[in-house]
């Protein structure tokens, strides 16, 4: 069988095999093909050696004919190899079946709420359904939405209650003792009747296990006609009965604050103990939330509005607070060290 004779069958033999291949579909059959062809041992391998054996006068068609059967299977071969990395791409596919209606991973690190946020929420959701709106204010102000205003004038005694961060500036200026100066900026700015809560950051110098520099205070009050001590006391039992839970006991406590006339601190029934006294409570049965009273006549004076007129309630307390009693923290200071770990064990959501 002359030379041309054998390219012609092992052209024929690759194309057979080369088919089945294709049918295999398999990154492997492609590889064998390569092998028994272009090999060490291969067909067209073997063909280029019998080139030796053919006549000089023959030589040059035979090596021309060898040639390009080589050139051939070559080609073929190296368009096989990228066609098997969509054959591996397709076993991968049918192996593993993609099902669309399957829920996503859950996330393995996903942040939550700081405590304070939580409450912060919470709150918001409960006076919003009162019919409170939330207003913001500046965390450094001027000596006279902080004190003079809200009746605490210069040299006034209760400014020694709140030590206070004074802040360099040509005006008399600091970072807030409490949300107390968003009373005077509402009702410098809009007319009875308001309705306002305003929760914020606020500033004392002080630190130890239930105090920080910095914490958290809700502001709210009420301005318009007629309203009365009674309006005051629905409205802190309603949001006290909310936050804590219905079964738990409120009561009012007379107490002095400046800028309210009269002043009230006001309690919930420990929740630990049910009122019969435990550590959480000093043993007194009563966990204090915070101060209230009716505005003062002279901090209505200080803003304009007429006090024969108008009459209204305030009331603050620190978010920080309620947060420790919710989630039962010993320490304040946990709240501001923002450690991974701790933060952690709230939830995502608040509610
Ligand atoms: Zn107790």
Same mark, same amino acid.
């Given at each position: 069988?002359?030379?041309?004779?054998?390219?012609?069958?092992?052209?024929?033999?690759?194309?057979?095999?080369?088919?089945?291949?294709?049918?295999?579909?398999? @990154?492997?059959?492609?590889?064998?093909?390569?092998?028994?062809? +272009?090999?060490?041992?291969?067909?067209?391998?073997?063909?280029?050696?019998?080139?030796?054996?053919?006549?000089?006068?023959?030589?040059?068609?035979?090596?021309?004919?060898?040639?390009?059967?080589? /050139?051939?299977?070559?080609?073929?071969?190296?368009?096989?190899?990228?066609?098997?990395?969509?054959?591996?791409?397709?076993?991968?596919?049918?192996?593993?079946?993609? #099902?669309?209606?399957? !829920?996503?991973?859950?996330?393995?690190?996903?942040?939550? +709420?700081?405590p304070?946020?939580?409450v912060?929420?919470?709150?918001?959701?409960?006076?919003?359904?009162?019919?409170?709106?939330?207003?913001?204010?500046?965390?450094? #102000?001027?000596?006279?939405?902080?004190?003079?205003?809200?009746?605490?004038? #210069?040299?006034? !005694?209760?400014?020694?209650?709140?030590?206070?961060?004074?802040?360099?500036? @040509?005006?008399?200026?600091?970072?807030?003792?409490?949300?107390?100066?968003? /009373?005077?900026?509402?009702?410098?700015?809009?007319?009875?009747?308001?309705?306002?809560?305003?929760?914020?950051?606020?500033?004392?110098?002080?630190?130890d296990m239930t105090h920080?520099?910095? $914490?958290?205070?809700?502001?709210?009050?009420?301005?318009?006609?007629?309203?009365?001590?009674?309006? +005051?006391?629905?409205?802190i039992d309603?949001f006290l009965k909310?936050i804590f839970g219905s079964t738990l006991k409120t009561r009012f406590r007379p107490s002095?604050? !400046?800028?309210?006339?009269?002043?009230a601190e006001f309690d919930v029934e420990c929740g630990v103990c049910k009122g019969k006294g435990c550590r959480t409570c000093k043993d007194t049965g009563w966990i204090e939330i915070g101060g209230c009273?009716?505005?003062?006549?002279?901090? $209505?004076?200080?803003?304009?509005?007429?006090?024969?007129?108008?009459?209204?309630?305030?009331?603050?307390f620190g978010m920080d607070r309620i947060a420790m009693n919710r989630f039962a923290l010993p320490d304040l200071?946990q709240l $501001?060290?923002? #450690?991974?770990?701790?933060?952690?064990?709230?939830?995502?959501?608040?509610?």
């Open positions: 069988m002359s030379l041309l004779e054998k390219s012609e069958i092992i052209k024929k033999e690759f194309e057979t095999d080369r088919a089945k291949a294709v049918s295999d579909a398999k @990154p492997e059959a492609v590889e064998a093909l390569r092998v028994s062809y +272009l090999g060490r041992k291969g067909k067209v391998t073997a063909l280029m050696e019998d080139l030796r054996n053919v006549s000089k006068e023959d030589r040059p068609a035979a090596g021309k004919a060898v040639n390009l059967i080589r /050139q051939f299977i070559e080609g073929s071969i190296d368009e096989l190899k990228s066609q098997a990395r969509s054959w591996e791409l397709a076993a991968i596919i049918n192996r593993e079946p993609l #099902d669309v209606t399957l !829920p996503v991973d859950e996330q393995k690190q996903v942040g939550s +709420l700081h304070v946020s939580i912060r929420q919470q709150l918001i959701k409960v006076f919003r359904s009162l019919g409170f709106t939330v207003v913001d204010g500046p965390e450094i #102000d001027f000596d006279f939405f902080n004190f003079s205003a809200l009746n605490i004038p #210069d040299h006034h !005694p209760a400014r020694d209650m709140q030590d206070t961060f004074y802040v360099d500036a @040509p005006e008399k200026m600091l970072l807030r003792t409490h949300t107390s100066n968003i /009373q005077i900026h509402t009702m410098l700015n809009e007319r009875p009747p308001l309705r306002v809560i305003a929760p914020g950051r606020v500033f004392r110098c002080d630190n920080t520099p910095m $914490f958290h205070q809700i502001e709210g009050f009420v301005v318009d006609e007629n309203i009365t001590f009674a309006h +005051l006391k629905g409205t309603t909310a002095f604050f !400046p800028f309210v006339e009269p002043g009273g009716m505005i003062h006549p002279n901090v $209505f004076e200080a803003v304009g509005y007429d006090s024969s007129r108008y009459s209204g309630f305030a009331f603050g200071r $501001f060290e923002g #450690d991974y770990e701790f933060l952690g064990h709230f939830p995502v959501h608040s509610n």
